[in-house]
């Protein structure tokens, strides 16, 4: 497939219901899959105006719904295993060998303290670009250990960064690369938005997270609130303790859990059925059933309330979140 058919490919897969995106990818062979995989996990944010011409050319789509996209390799990750099972964890090893070679890739084994001795000092942009290209827990260990006032302006400058001059990229990379002592050829790879912000969030101590977000939203509401879309989706219910999803059980109507359940993971549905009663799982079954097929849009709409209401009762400390390292809580609003 040619770069540009390719990155279509990549807009499309993300951009439709993971379900749809699996029965596609089964159709491919291995390698075409790890091509497509490789190029979701390069892509970033995707604007609303791409997913429409891409759209376009696949399906007939009502351009009003869309509302932009992320990628990212963890997207890639839970596609490819979706889609190929325990055969979908040697696609995600190619994957993770092409993007070896993204800019500043040298640094994503060196510790992230000595990391923050060489950057501390620099501007707020060469900050932000640098972090932009890391993990996001080396990322979150980054902003953790600059000082307030310079963790505010560096998660801005990444929240509004697309795509950098490459020449910018390899002076900033050369002297790095100097002054660690490390030598490595990279090439131009876009970073950082809104999706980037969300993910170094999702690691960040909570205390943190909690005063960044408060700090952006005095400025900018609307990006805060974009930010907390992609915190926390729908299917991240399924990381969430039995204890949690029964309380927000007593907070969602069961129409709106039919609803959402349709466009949900096998694995999330037999989690919420398990947190009810047998009759109450039935009822819920039986609603599914008559409700019958629905539009994507309405199902993600609905499952957006949902996520909404876990956001209130996060807040409210009637829910807790937990990342998946070390139990650490993920910063939800």
Do not use: C
């Not at 994957?95 to 950057?119: C, H, M, W, Y």
């Not at 490390?182 to 909570?206: C, F, P």
């Not at 907390?228 to 069961?254: A, C, G, Y």
Request: aromatic share 4%.
């Amino acid at each position: 497939m040619a770069s540009n058919s390719i990155r279509k490919a990549a807009v499309f897969l993300i951009s439709i219901p993971k379900d749809q995106a699996k029965i596609i990818l089964s159709r491919l062979d291995p390698k075409q899959i790890e091509v497509v995989m490789t190029e979701i996990a390069k892509i970033g944010i995707v604007t609303p105006e791409e997913q429409e011409n891409v759209i376009r050319e696949f399906s007939k789509a009502n351009p009003a719904k869309l509302v932009g996209s992320v990628g990212g390799f963890s997207v890639a990750t839970e596609l490819a295993e979706a889609a190929l099972g325990q055969d979908g964890l040697a696609v995600i090893d190619g994957v993770r060998s092409s993007l070896e070679a993204i800019p500043f890739g040298f640094l994503q084994k060196v510790d992230s303290e000595n990391l923050l001795t060489f950057i501390i000092d620099e501007y707020p942009q060469t900050i932000a670009l640098i972090v932009a290209h890391l993990r996001p827990s080396q990322a979150a260990d980054i902003i953790n250990g600059l000082p307030p006032e310079r963790q505010l302006t560096v998660i801005r400058r990444i929240a509004a960064m697309q795509q950098t001059n490459p020449e910018i990229i390899k002076d900033v990379e050369k002297g790095l690369e100097n002054r660690m002592s490390s030598v490595m050829s990279q090439k131009l790879e876009s970073a950082g938005g809104v999706g980037s912000v969300a993910e170094i969030l999702n690691v960040i101590d909570r205390s943190t997270g909690r005063t960044i977000m408060e700090n952006l939203a005095q400025d900018d509401p609307e990006l805060v609130e974009e930010i907390r879309r992609l915190m926390f989706v729908f299917e991240d219910i399924l990381k969430l303790t039995d204890k949690d999803i029964q309380e927000i059980q007593k907070n969602v109507e069961s129409n709106q859990w039919a609803i959402a359940l349709k466009g949900a993971s096998e694995d999330l549905k037999q989690k919420i059925f398990k947190n009810m009663s047998k009759r109450a799982g039935k009822m819920l079954q039986e609603e599914m059933d008559f409700l019958g097929p629905m539009r994507s849009s309405d199902v993600e709409r609905v499952q957006q309330e949902i996520v909404d209401v876990i956001r209130k009762l996060e807040d409210s400390g009637e829910v807790t979140v937990h990342s998946g390292k070390g139990g650490e809580e993920k910063f939800i609003q």
